[in-house]
């Protein structure tokens, strides 16, 4: 196609004519393409083809006729690669885009218009629509808001699932015109200059007194003269590349050296060495960008400037300085030219792929922020993610739309019916309800009542329908729910029962791997390593081989099976006269509630096993002194283990360590952190018996819920908190006590058979301080915070509850 053509064809006529391409199964024009547009010609074929029964034949030229796909010729700037424009006229269908990625885009967004859906990857969530008789009115010019838009697994996929993942980010535009390489980039520096650190040890941080890795001494200029000779090196072996990374390794050990102290904070130092590989790189590859995040120490904003090419990536956790993320966006804002958004959308380790766990099963949270952040000057979205698509895949899905047109948040509403309509069908209305239950906005808390409303909500759906196409989808979503029953039943069991429950749990998700409802690949190499009482027979690694891997069969379910799954699980899940309710794990002290002083309890004889507590540190760097008590039961099982994880710390490591001797003597105990906020002091005795004790009034607190239910021994009295406007006490119970009231009265008596309670909260008697009086076995809460402690003034909370009911 000519320029002359081009700019024709752009400055022609804004109206636009309906074109029939196909009717009753019988193409009306062919497909034209240049050689780089031939890929999308094919792919464009294959499915009108497919829509409308219609074979289209494609033409190589340059003439604008038929379905044109042509490329523009007129120079553009890096951040124009992906725009395009389709008009369509009374004989031709013109699609002009910037590169060939543009023109991709520009197909698929034809084909969403004509009705095409991927929802999820995989053939079974594709919609295909039947249209033998096909016609197009379009006129759009398109371009992204954000300039790149990643949604990536972080513990990667299955070879199984690269490619229809692939698939699916390509069919909904959510590939990226910018690779904005902005990962920790120390520890790359140092391997590829090794030689040159080896020669100068000065160049790595000082740190107590040594150098060591793994930061740099930016003070020294010849440190930062070495970054820029690798970063131009990395260029001249990768000339295409749109950007490199100078972001700082992960975790701490930032120098201490003096002359690092004058730069200023860490922000300066990481930001100083960014602008001078950013100045030098500029020179020789003008508009190539430099990437950094704002994150863990580094988050806070500087008090330099940025250099132009450098994108600050603005993480949306770990971050430092109590800033919130308007203020951290804010004041990064007023300092660099362009923004990124660096986001969890769903880490494994934190949701394992449960329902309404993670922010990407969030819809209120997706159609807040995606536009909240491209207003605040965001650009850039790498998205961390799952290869989860049975809890959030309608999330993920909204999101690809969100961050090629932010105007869409406006929309979520009518994106979400299409997905119910065309999805489901006339079992619409059940799968309705179903995925209220995934949505995170209102997150359900994990429970057989929870399992129940899912089977019972599937097995009404499938009674409408026998679509061929739409029974398969309730099929992945059949086996999704079967696997959060089996995740249930492993993280509440114990001993020899939790092992059984982990083998059930793992030989399933192997074999639904292909379904891409829950991320095989970051259970199967994360979980066994984070769950001590648990563990893989030999060869049965995620590396081990399924010839050889006695837990791996790629066996599939049958329709059977799947039935049965349904029946079961309405057989076996009772459904509760509560609703239960879920709280945030960001717990902070409940001190503005202005909670009375009342008598205080005691948290039991001892413990055995694992058991976490929680505690707060208002300042840093801070001094936290307890005494245990060790072997109560047994001496002869080793030290009991006690360890200190801030949550601030950017690697979820422990910060200091003790071992009690198993001689039932009290021992002091004695941790140092420079972390504020939020900290869990772990405890692991291998059931020896073990008693921490604490001063009075330091915040403590032990979670007691279903999914951490705290088990104490002996007789027990703690307090738990009953939010304002709480109907219903509702949980669980394996022992006698009482439930007092805030007037310290009985209000209910439990029994030694376990079971589920349900307390009525009396008007009036809500916002305050409940208790569990004389109690022996387990508890756990499921309708209030699920946080027990010995008083008021040890209490912990989660934040949103504090947040409103201090108001």
């Not at 340059?62 to 523009?72: S, V």
């Not at 984070?530 to 049958?558: H, I, Q």
């Not at 939010?723 to 669980?732: D, E, L, N, Q, W």
Request: proline share 6%; hydrophobic share 40%; with cysteine.
């Amino acid at each position: 196609m000519t320029r002359a053509l081009i700019l024709l064809f752009l400055s022609s006529s804004l109206q636009a004519e309906s074109i029939t391409l196909a009717k009753e199964g019988r193409a009306l024009v062919p497909i034209v393409v240049s050689e780089p547009t031939k890929p999308m010609g094919a792919e464009l074929a294959a499915m009108l083809k497919r829509i409308t029964g219609a074979e289209f034949a494609i033409e190589t030229s340059t003439e604008p006729r038929g379905i044109f796909l042509g490329l523009n010729t007129t120079q553009h700037t890096i951040t124009e690669r992906e725009d395009y424009t389709m008009r369509s006229e009374k004989d031709r269908l013109l699609i002009l885009g910037n590169t060939p990625q543009a023109v991709e885009h520009a197909v698929w967004d034809l084909l969403h218009r004509m009705g095409f859906r991927q929802f999820f990857p995989g053939k079974t969530w594709e919609i295909v629509p039947e249209k033998p008789t096909l016609s197009i009115d379009v006129n759009v010019s398109e371009s992204p808001d954000y300039h790149a838009r990643k949604i990536w697994a972080g513990f990667a996929y299955l070879k199984e699932r690269d490619e229809v993942y692939d698939e699916w980010c390509r069919r909904n535009r959510a590939t990226s015109g910018i690779t904005l390489s902005s990962g920790h980039s120390y520890d790359g520096i140092m391997n590829r200059q090794q030689d040159e650190f080896a020669k100068h040890p000065e160049f790595l941080a000082l740190v107590d007194g040594k150098r060591q890795k793994p930061k740099f001494c930016i003070a020294n200029e010849g440190l930062r003269k070495l970054v820029v000779k690798d970063a131009l090196e990395h260029f001249a072996k990768e000339p295409e590349l749109d950007s490199i990374s100078c972001d700082p390794s992960d975790g701490g050990g930032w120098c201490e050296c003096a002359e690092c102290a004058k730069i200023g904070s860490v922000t300066d130092r990481a930001l100083l060495l960014a602008n001078d590989v950013a100045e030098a790189v500029n020179e020789v590859k003008p508009g190539r960008l430099i990437g950094m995040y704002a994150y863990s120490e580094h988050s806070p904003p500087p008090s330099i400037q940025a250099h132009p090419q450098v994108v600050i990536s603005v993480a949306t956790g770990f971050i430092r300085g109590g800033y919130t993320m308007d203020q951290l966006i804010s004041g990064w804002q007023a300092k660099a030219k362009t923004l990124g958004i660096r986001e969890y959308y769903s880490v494994n380790t934190w949701d394992r792929d449960l329902p309404g766990a993670a922010r990407g099963g969030n819809i209120e949270y997706l159609r807040t922020t995606i536009p909240h952040f491209h207003q605040s000057g965001a650009r850039f979205m790498s998205a961390e993610s799952s290869d989860n698509f049975g809890p959030n895949g309608l999330g993920y899905y909204l999101a690809t739309r969100m961050m090629w047109d932010v105007k869409e948040a406006k929309h979520v509403e009518a994106l979400v019916a299409d997905f119910l309509d065309t999805s489901f069908g006339p079992a619409r209305a059940p799968m309705a309800k179903f995925y209220a239950l995934l949505d995170g906005t209102k997150r359900q808390a994990l429970s057989d009542d929870l399992l129940g409303r899912m089977f019972r909500l599937l097995d009404e759906a499938r009674a409408l329908t026998n679509d061929a196409a739409i029974r398969p989808r309730l099929d992945d979503l059949t086996l999704y729910t079967h696997y959060v029953e089996l995740y249930h039943d492993y993280a509440s069991a114990q001993g020899k029962e939790r092992q059984t429950a982990f083998e059930q749990l793992f030989r399933f998700i192997w074999r639904i791997r292909h379904t891409g409802m829950v991320h095989v690949k970051a259970l199967w190499r994360d979980l066994p390593n984070r769950d001590k009482s648990v563990a893989l027979p030999a060869l049965a690694k995620y590396s081990d081989p399924e010839a050889t891997n006695p837990w791996k069969s790629d066996e599939g379910f049958t329709a059977d099976q799947i039935a049965g799954f349904i029946r079961e699980g309405i057989a076996n899940r009772k459904l509760l006269d509560f609703a239960p309710v879920a709280f945030s794990n960001k717990l902070v002290p409940a001190t503005a509630l202005a909670l009375p002083q009342v008598p205080q309890g005691n948290a039991g004889m001892y413990l055995r096993g694992v058991r976490d507590f929680w505690t707060w540190i208002d300042k840093e760097p801070a001094n936290i002194k307890l005494t245990g008590k060790a072997g109560i039961i047994y001496p002869s099982r080793g030290t009991a283990k006690v360890d200190l994880y801030p949550l601030a710390e950017v690697e979820s490591k422990a910060v200091a360590h003790f071992e009690i001797p198993p001689d039932k003597a009290e021992h002091a105990i004695e941790f140092n952190t420079r972390f504020p906020g939020l900290h869990r002091i772990e405890v692991s005795d291998a059931t020896q018996g073990t008693l921490i004790s604490w001063p009075d009034g330091m915040p403590m607190t032990i979670v007691s819920s279903q999914e951490q239910p705290a088990k104490l021994f002996g007789r027990w009295h703690m307090y738990f908190y009953v939010p304002k406007g709480t109907k219903v006490i509702g949980g669980f119970s394996e022992g006698e006590g009482f439930v007092l009231n805030p007037a310290h009265k009985t209000a209910h008596t439990f029994a030694d058979k376990p079971g589920y309670f349900s307390i009525p909260v009396p008007v009036g008697e809500d916002g305050k301080l409940w208790s569990f009086k004389h109690s022996a076995g387990n508890r756990f809460l499921m309708t209030v915070p699920p946080c027990l402690a010995r008083d008021a003034s040890e209490l912990l909370l989660p934040e949103e509850v504090v947040m409103r009911d201090s108001k």
